[in-house]
């Protein structure tokens, strides 16, 4: 049976549109002129297929990964130019590739155990990359092959290949893990340019066609419900690319398989999961992540253009925009078209929990948002581990303001591809800091780590979400776990508050409020780290720095990472703690404290002989001996410094009191900022409250009642 | 006579343009219709006119800070609506201010013996920019008076407060210094608008006409023959206001003045000079200044319309259209005209020493500036003190590179206005750190401060320029001093350089060359820091890390705030130094070191009880005993850190070989990247080198021969 070329991503039908839009100004033209120049460049030089030698970084391992690339971006131009060129380009190479390859021997460096090895590559994730773009190109010059170089290529190339990632290699290729995607992508694909419906059968539902691996499986058990990726977003981005690609291939081969639709629509989910969880275009850098990784990078970018594509939604143009990438499909050309019309309308960020786990029921990721005088979000987490790049970190949380990092998360200790710094790879802090519990914003007892810093332990246990609820000023949630610690029950409830206006004298204020609530039947130490970002402008309370000797803090599980900068004891009631952002507002920490508890000043430096780590600070609100004990704050964002105009504002907080009482089921934080402005925020913490259920309670001689689960009560004192 | 109003910095010319011009969409109508709305809501509420009470921020004060902003800005509105609501308003403030002024005592607040007192304001000063702004105010609605009210406003407000600030406080008026600007600015003006030639002639030639003192002889001494004021940017930029605005006045009122031509346009130069005192929009933070502090300061602004409404330059668009501010004046509406017509051109920043003191020969600061894969200056510092807000910082140097700085100085030690920062005002630490010399990239001897630290004592003694040079790949500069320590000799030469490229092969880079040579009869211990922004990747010896422990650096001088990170002695020869900036690129230090100098790794943060200072690092070179010793570096920036997306490039510096010899008077230095690429920059470094003079030296068994002060060699090995 005579094929369709190209058929995958990019269809013929695309190809004459693409061709025609070439023709005019605008955005993919603009692309295709770049990309053809940047080929013409590389075309230019000789075609070079090394016998594979380096590991990851190294000469034959960077190269074989330029091929690739260059091969496809070759193939665009050969369909897009039809100058003939560059598809003999692309042939040459891949007749070159299809004289290696029968003669390759396990990659000789390989790491037997560790991961499954290749043969162009030491990891059979990179040949399945590999594999992924150099079958598009092999299907974007199809027909300009005869029928002996498509047999040369196929019988010394894509077979072997195909059969070495598949049949030979089946803990790989059935596994539903990201690596297992790549394969059945990669399979799948080649299935489809070469007829072969028996490969495509088998990336869908495993070697043995029965549905216990393979693609499909991948879909139902790797994202949540909601397509949430158990390993946190920059895994997440990391992982979408063979998925939405695969899937766009079925789409056009088998559109009688809805893909799109499996699962309640899992693929665009997942996207768009991946977009709600950034900020300022950033993802939000829980468990190993890159910090400056966001929604610009290459693997959303393919993300929104294929769900564009499919969807039309006009917010989705809203992140192509600020992506700034066009992509040479015919997706890429109906996104360009709808951004030379300027059709985008803002992508609605939202505040939701997404369920964790392929059930949505092992924890969730919190995101709250607001806008009050700039964006703010909170992130909260009780989710799970997510495998062997999670953090220990469970019930932490972050804040963000105004563009910036405020309450901050440290990510990975990494230098991505920095040979000077552990060749590019995590660091060693990465496990003795940035995992452990000290490095968050969340409860270490007895200076140990969440399940003991064990992988194991983490996976098999997970946080329980109590409740995630909305209304007009106040966004709450809760979550428990029994297992991170031995004997130690931790709860915590965040609420992200918005304050009603009066009579339009005072502004908005944005406002979180945090209970950490610890029991246990035995003494142990608390610590809650709050890690901020920023110059510490005052605190209410006198500090005791160590003003001619730095000592470390401690000696194991983070802290042994910690510079003691100042301790202080202040007294029961209120404590301030006020610090300056880059963004040029101020922040507060108003905790309530009992006079025993005391606060400890840190900066990450010690025992980092190759100052690999980043000097940032931090807070320690330290409860040293108590079996029971409830931890309550709130972070206040306030005023402005804005040196440049020479005028700052409201630099100090404006919190005057808080309080907290648990009345009966009833939880009560009094936030009062003067006799007008004075606010209860009132929440059943019963495990079931229903929508109507009556609650009330006595504050003050005045009796209070609210239906549900919470609400916030402004009142006058 | 009658006189026309307004006619001080507007005129009714202005007011027909700008009438006619708020009809019309534009930027001019946006900023109209936006003070409009501010000024709206002001006047709804009652006038305040205070019994002065309170210091700087303080409520009376910032009260009649806000009075007199208002008025100007309601006169304004009044000029350009016509409509007596906001002329009756000014009236009815002035009419307040006349009944109150001649009742007041001096300002209890006041300082005397430090600051000249007024009876508004603790500081005469303030007294004299209110009266700036409110002589025009009067202006603006001279016209809406009758008689009465001119003589209740006359006799009660503007006759007592300029005798006031003239004869009752000759030596204020009489001084030549920043605060005699204000003040004669601000008797000129309000003479002008009273009719009073007599305050005009004693605001230009002194009290006793004498030209002693007055604004003319300001003119003379307070700026270099090219504009630069000795405080430097940070307070030219402050200093500006009064000069623009009387010589705006001026030219209104007596154009036969040529009061813009003065001392060869001394005033353009002045604007032009604080705009090239500038870096990717901030000013270079020189001496006591707030590092957020740029081109887009209202006084800026204010000079940036003058200075294009007198001479029609189109790169002072680009600098305007950067600043984002129309001013409504008839100046303002050029600018905004042109702005809307897109007139603007690129500024021309430029390499330049700026010649110091009034003769322009005490001292230069010098700035180089190229743009090599992004836009790099240095700044050089052989500049004269700078009075009380001066740093010890002879021969100091900066580095910017991509919008960055990346050898950095600290600036002032300054939270402005923010109260619980030692109540906004410059902190202890700006004297115990941030004014000291090791707080700067220059030579300390003895862990001892320049002129010990004595303002008087640098004020009577500056370096010497030696020369200032440019071909097309390098620029070049050499000062020296003798008298920052007794008996030591300290003279530096900087090269900011652009490898020429070979056949297109390699990327021109970037490179400062610093030479350093210090002598002296008796023995020393020498420092010379690098304060630099970013990460330490890599050093090219073994670091003796404090790990556990960070001891303080020393007990005086700045030194006190100095955390000991670790300790390295490298091996003779070129020894390696290379971090990360902000910017994703890679700087890295070059020396030379002799096998007994050692490199000291520091942060500040010690002695800092409140946490004050920033906590940024350095590393310092430290030859403990030595007569003389010569210093060679080279800073190069190189490569990318792309963690986004996932690429980095040349992360190591390509510097192989570095050397320096002095052969006869020609300094060469030798800057090797490989066999192909290899330089010898020789510079004769005696007292006076002709044009055309030839200087030959032998290298590595070759001849070389050069015209004038230097030359690149671009030679293989």
């Known amino acids: 049976m005579a094929r369709t070329s190209p058929n995958l991503v990019i269809t013929t039908a695309d190809v004459k549109n693409m061709r025609a839009a070439i023709t005019q100004e605008g955005k993919f033209k603009t692309t295709f002129v770049a990309v053809k120049a940047s080929v013409d460049k590389q075309i230019a030089q000789k075609i070079t297929v090394p016998v594979p030698q380096d590991g990851g970084g190294g000469y034959t391992h960077e190269r074989h990964k330029k091929n690739y690339q260059l091969m496809y971006d070759a193939g665009v131009i050969y369909q897009l130019s039809q100058d003939e060129r560059y598809a003999h380009y692309v042939r040459d190479m891949l ?15 390989r790491k037997m155990g560790k991961q499954s090895p290749g043969k162009l590559f030491w990891q059979s994730l990179n040949e399945a990359m590999w594999l992924v773009y150099s079958s598009q190109a092999y299907d974007l010059i199809l027909s300009s092959l005869t029928t002996t170089q498509k047999q040369t290529i196929e019988q010394g190339l894509f077979r ?4 070495f990632l598949s049949v030979e290699s089946p803990q790989t290729f059935n596994k539903v893990h990201n690596h297992g995607t790549w394969t059945t992508a990669a399979v799948g694909m080649t299935g489809y340019v070469l007829g072969e419906q028996e490969w495509v059968e088998q990336a869908l539902y495993d070697l043995e066609k029965s549905g216990k691996g393979g693609f499909l499986r991948q879909l139902d058990e790797l994202f949540s419900p ?28 088998q559109p009688e398989r809805k893909i799109f639709e499996y699962r309640d629509g899992i693929i665009l989910k997942a996207i768009n999961t991946t977009i709600q969880l950034s900020y300022n275009k950033l993802f939000f850098p829980i468990n190993d992540s890159i910090k400056s990784k966001g929604i610009d990078t290459i693997e959303l970018v393919n993300g929104v253009t294929i769900a564009y594509g499919f969807t039309g939604e006009k917010g989705l143009l ?44 092992q924890g969730a990721l919190v995101i709250m948002r607001q806008n009050v005088q700039g964006e703010q979000a909170v992130l909260f987490k009780p989710a799970a581990q997510g495998l062997g790049h999670g953090h220990f970190d469970k019930l932490t949380w972050q804040f963000y303001d105004r563009g910036e990092e405020i309450v901050s998360d440290y990510g990975a200790a990494r230098f991505l591809n920095v040979e000077a710094k552990y060749g590019g790879r995590y660091l060693p802090e990465n496990d003795t800091w940035a995992k452990h519990t000290v490095a968050h914003n969340t409860v270490v007892v007895d200076e140990t780590t969440h399940f003991n810093a064990n992988v194991e332990v983490g996976n098999a246990n997970y946080p329980e979400l109590l409740f995630f ?4 000023n106040v966004i709450l949630s809760s979550a428990k776990i029994d297992t991170a610690y ?13 304050t009603p206006i009066h009579n339009g004298k005072e502004q908005a204020k944005s406002l979180v409020v945090d209970i950490f609530d610890v029991k246990s039947k035995e003494q142990h130490q608390y610590d809650l780290p709050v890690h901020y970002k920023g110059h510490l402008i005052s605190t209410s309370f006198k500090l005791n720095t160590n003003v001619t000797n730095l000592p470390v803090l401690g000696t194991d599980n983070g802290y042994q990472h910690l510079w003691l900068k100042a301790q202080a004891q202040p007294k029961a009631g209120l404590s301030q703690i006020t610090w300056l952002n880059e963004n040029g507002r101020f922040y507060t920490n108003s905790s309530i404290m009992d006079g025993e508890a005391s606060f400890i000043f840190t900066q990450i430096g010690a025992n980092d002989p190759l100052f690999n780590l980043r ?11 108590a079996k029971d004990h409830t931890y309550v704050s709130v972070l206040e964002a306030h005023g402005e410094y804005n040196p440049s105009k020479e005028f700052t504002l409201n630099a100090v907080s404006e919190i005057q009191k808080l309080s907290h009482k648990k009345i009966n089921q009833v939880e009560v934080i009094e936030i009062g900022f003067s006799d007008e402005q004075h606010y209860l ?23 209070y009642q609210f239906d549900g689960r919470f609400k916030l009560f402004d009142i006058k004192e």
């Open 318 to 361: 809203d992140i192509a925009k600020q992506q700034n990438q066009i992509i040479l499909t015919g997706d890429g050309l109906k996104v360009a078209q709808a951004l030379d019309n300027k059709f985008e309308k803002p992508y609605q960020f939202k505040s939701i929990a997404f369920g964790d786990g392929h059930d949505g029921k």
């Open 486 to 498: 031995k004997g130690v029950s931790l709860t915590r409830t965040m609420a992200l508050i918005n």
């Open 95 to 109: 007749l070159e590739y299809a004289k290696l390859y029968p003669t390759l021997p396990l990659h000789p460096k």
């Open 160 to 163: 072997p290949i195909v059969k």
């Open 615 to 625: 000097n940032e600070n931090a807070f320690i609100n330290r409860k040293t001996k």
């Open 469 to 472: 609820e909305k209304s007009d």
């Open 226 to 253: 909601q397509g949430y990726y158990n390993e946190g977003p920059y895994y997440q981005r990391f992982a979408l690319l063979p998925f939405v690609t695969f899937a766009k291939a079925i789409q056009t081969n």
């Open 681 to 703: 925020l009132a929440i059943n913490s019963a495990e079931n409250v229903k929508h109507n259920q009556k609650s009330t309670f006595s504050f003050n001689g005045s009796k």
